[in-house]
T-cell receptor, first 115, second 108 residues
Framework: NAGVTQTPKFRVLKTGQSMTLLCAQD?????MYWYRQDPGMGLRLIHY???????AKGEVPDGYNVSRLKKQNFLLGLESAAPSQTSVYFC??????????????FGDGTRLSIL | KNEVEQSPQNLTAQEGEFITINCSYS?????LHWLQQHPGGGIVSLFM???GKKKHGRLIATINIQEKHSSLHITASHPRDSAVYIC??????????FGTGTRLQVFP
């Protein structure tokens, strides 16, 4: 039972480097989300998608781009990594966006450090 | 600004104790989620509720929309309950605002 799978689990980057985080879900969910989790703060929404081919900005979208070319995959890209993007990134999916009766299913997280 | 606050931030207990974690929020919430984050980092949804009470095993969640307050109770706590518990309010039907979490440690 895979659920939501994130790759990689850990990554260290140098300032200015680029990378892509991959999220894959096998539950046929329409909605997918990328969050970041920082010490002393709650999870914050970066970008989300309400279906294949769609993306939208969340609370903290600056410095990130996303793509949803296939329903099961949601990619998060950092074009030019900055130390402020050091964080733990979580992907989640749901059949209905965050509303009643439909919990979000989370991946195990990607710990990203920018030096 | 919508806001979700949890208390306490940290909680320690002896095995078998009754645990209560609180979550308060500002106006506009239509429902609330309780999540559990394991020491390894994975996040699991425990409950979603909009009124009254829900129970699953030793976990009980209650909410009072008028008082803008929710509680998560753990009966007969066990070391395996050690985790971070997070509440998240559903604002405007589709926006989730997360609390900062309560770190629970249960000692044998």
């Amino acid at each position: 039972n895979a659920g939501v799978t994130q790759t990689p689990k850990f990554r260290v980057l140098k300032t200015g480097q680029s990378m892509t985080l991959l999220c894959a879900q096998d539950m046929n969910h329409e909605y997918m989300y990328w969050y970041r989790q920082d010490p002393g703060m709650g999870l914050r929404l970066i970008h989300y998608s309400v279906g294949e081919g769609t993306t939208a900005k969340g609370e903290v979208p600056d410095g990130y781009n996303v793509s949803r070319l296939k329903k099961q995959n949601f990619l998060l890209g950092l074009e030019s990594a900055a130390p402020s993007q050091t964080s733990v990134y979580f992907c989640a999916s749901s059949s209905i966006r965050g509303i009643m009766g439909q919990p979000q299913h989370f991946g195990d997280g990607t710990r990203l450090s920018i030096l | 600004k919508n806001e979700v606050e949890q208390s306490p931030q940290n909680l320690t207990a002896q095995e078998g104790e009754f645990i209560t974690i609180n979550c308060s929020y500002s106006v506009g919430i239509s429902a609330l989620h309780w999540l559990q984050q394991h020491p390894g980092g994975g996040i699991v949804s425990l409950f979603m509720l909009s009124s009254g009470k829900k129970k699953h095993g030793r976990l009980i969640a209650t909410i009072n929309i008028q008082e803008k307050h929710s509680s998560l109770h753990i009966t007969a706590s066990h070391p395996r309950d050690s985790a971070v518990y997070i509440c998240a309010g559903v604002f405007n039907t589709d926006k989730l605002i997360f609390g900062t979490g309560t770190r629970l440690q249960v000692f044998p």
